[in-house]
């Protein structure tokens, strides 16, 4: 049956909410507690803008840490705009909502993940989740954070369309 009325927009668009909601309390009040957050996001999405010197190093994907060295988080409807230190040197970026393939609190073990890949933005196959967490444990080898726990992803609410169980294709 054709999803007619739109539910993975829905739900996505909910899940984007939460990283508005959590980035405004932030602008208003600084990061609480140990409290910091990991952003994966395609830096080819219309409206992302960053440095031409950070697109040559990441002309795919960027995950950014918003920690210690943050500056001037303006937090709006569509997108958030932040300055973030690479190499000594505040860099801005803007990075609208709909570019973000991760968000995560790792001092909360907490993972939003979305369903739109860098792959899916060039029109391609959207990576696996498996991929998507084993790529992130990557990032950094020296940190303990664990991305793969409390993932929340979209595809854990589509129905299996391969699955022979004919009450799980209702």
């Known amino acids: 049956m054709q999803d007619l009325i739109g539910y993975d927009e829905i739900i996505e668009s909910s899940m984007r909410s939460v990283i508005y909601e959590t980035l405004k309390k932030v602008e208003k009040n600084g990061l609480p ?4 957050f990991i952003i994966t996001f395609i830096t080819t999405y219309p409206e992302v803008s960053i440095p031409k010197s950070l697109i040559a190093k990441y002309p795919e994907e960027m995950t950014i840490a918003i920690q210690y060295q943050f500056r001037s988080l303006v937090v709006e409807n569509d997108f958030f705009k932040i300055s973030l230190s690479f190499g000594g040197k505040y860099e801005k970026l803007s990075v609208p ?33 498996s991929e998507f967490i084993s790529a992130n444990k990557n990032l950094d080898k020296s940190s303990n954070v664990d991305l793969s726990a409390k993932v929340i992803s979209l595809d854990a609410f589509r129905k299996n369309k391969n699955s022979k169980n004919p009450k799980d294709k209702l």
Do not use: C, R, W
């Open 33 to 36: 507690g140990k409290h910091y």
């Open 97 to 129: 909502y709909k570019a973000i393939t991760s968000f995560s609190d790792p001092s909360m073990n907490f993972t939003l993940k979305f369903s739109m890949s860098y792959a899916d933005n060039q029109e391609s196959e959207t990576v696996s989740s």
